[in-house]
């Protein structure tokens, strides 16, 4: 998330009430997650096993519950509950606002049609000659490029699924990213593709998704890619383009999946797969060597099964 003119780490220290190191007027852009998190941003840590990954990311202020030494060109803000006051900060800077009928601040363009039951929010951007169907939602600071088709019940922008546990439940993380689509996307019938936590989930250049597809928060989806109906990306995935998935697909979070690979139908996909190859399975791997196991646990079997005879 950018914040709408740059902040010092003094500032952000007096929203949370926290000690930090670091000059005054130490400059700071806005706040991100670990796994998009640039130059110029905050990031949250609260736990010793992700310090050294926090403070070695590209991230120019960490803030975390231990006061560390801090990398050259960083800044810290020490505070006792990371989580709870990246949320305080994000909330801050992005107020979470009632859902009205059509928001504030929507920019519609020219021979775009939307049914009248579509519910927009703030901040949103229409594309030209658009179609949007019925009872679509379309979350906070979604922008939608030319041409782009959205079926019925789709939502756009709904919450990240991200928690923090504790001992007597959980805790939501805000979700002040948006998402983005860009032109000539195509969005079937109940799909949900939600918001990045503070960056942004993206559906590249004419990229076409069939029905009851779940995109995870901060994923980047590719251009031109084919998504069948079922799959299920987890958050911060990158996808690359052309890239072919079909039915049932499952791929876990922070997963790499590079351009013009196929991943055929029902497989789980665990690791990054490479460019230009076909994968099958759970946990998927190359199709021509899933079928040459298979093969062999066939002859296998049947081995078996003359030699009981």
Same mark, same amino acid.
């Given at each position: 998330? #950018?914040? &709408? ?9 007096? =929203?949370?009430?926290?000690?930090? =190191? ?14 998009? $998190? ?10 010793? #096993? ?11 202020? =960490? ?5 560390? %030494? ?5 800044? !810290?803000?020490?505070? %006792?509950? &990371? ?11 992005? &107020? ?36 949007? *169907? ?5 979350? %906070? ?24 546990? !504790?001992?007597?439940?959980? +805790?939501? *993380? ?5 998402? @983005? !689509?860009?032109?000539? $996307?195509? /969005?079937?019938?109940?799909?949900? +593709?939600?918001?990045? @936590? ?10 076409? *998704? ?20 079922? @799959?299920? =990306?987890?958050?911060?995935?990158? /996808? ?13 979070? %922070? ?6 690979? @196929?991943? !055929? ?26 079928? #040459? ?17």
């Amino acid at each position: 998330m #950018k914040f &709408p003119k740059v902040q010092t780490l003094k500032q952000i220290a007096e =929203i949370i009430d926290a000690k930090y =190191i670091g000059a005054d007027d130490f400059p700071i852009s806005g706040t991100n997650e670990i796994h998009r $998190v640039k130059s110029g941003e905050i990031v949250f840590v609260n736990h010793p #096993k992700y310090y050294e990954k926090a403070l070695n990311s590209e991230a120019t202020v =960490i803030l975390i519950d231990k006061e560390v %030494d801090c990398p050259q060109g960083k800044a !810290l803000l020490v505070s %006792d509950d &990371p989580f709870r006051d990246f949320n305080k900060i994000n909330a801050h800077f992005t &107020p979470i606002q009632t859902f009205k009928t059509c928001g504030e601040n929507v920019k519609i363009g020219k021979n775009s049609q939307i049914h009248s039951s579509v519910i927009i929010g703030n901040d949103v951007e229409i594309g030209e000659e658009c179609i949007i *169907m019925p009872n679509v939602v379309i979350g %906070d600071r979604t922008k939608i490029g030319n041409r782009c088709i959205i079926q019925s019940g789709t939502v756009l922008g709904g919450d990240a699924f991200y928690y923090r546990k !504790l001992l007597t439940g959980y +805790i939501k *993380m805000l979700s002040v990213g948006n998402v @983005v !689509l860009e032109d000539e $996307v195509e /969005i079937g019938v109940n799909c949900t +593709i939600d918001r990045g @936590v503070t960056d942004t989930t993206i559906i590249g250049e004419g990229t076409k *998704m069939d029905n009851q597809i779940q995109i995870g928060h901060d994923t980047i989806i590719g251009k031109r890619c084919l998504i069948a109906s079922q @799959v299920g =990306i987890a958050g911060c995935c990158n /996808i690359g383009d052309d890239v072919t998935i079909w039915g049932q697909v499952g791929v876990s979070s %922070d997963i790499t999946v590079e351009d013009e690979v @196929v991943i !055929l139908a029902t497989s789980g996909v665990s690791k990054d797969l490479k460019k230009g190859k076909t994968y099958f399975g759970a946990p998927a791997e190359e199709a021509k060597e899933y079928y #040459k196991k298979q093969v062999k646990i066939t002859r296998l079997i049947q081995g078996l099964s003359l030699i009981h005879i």
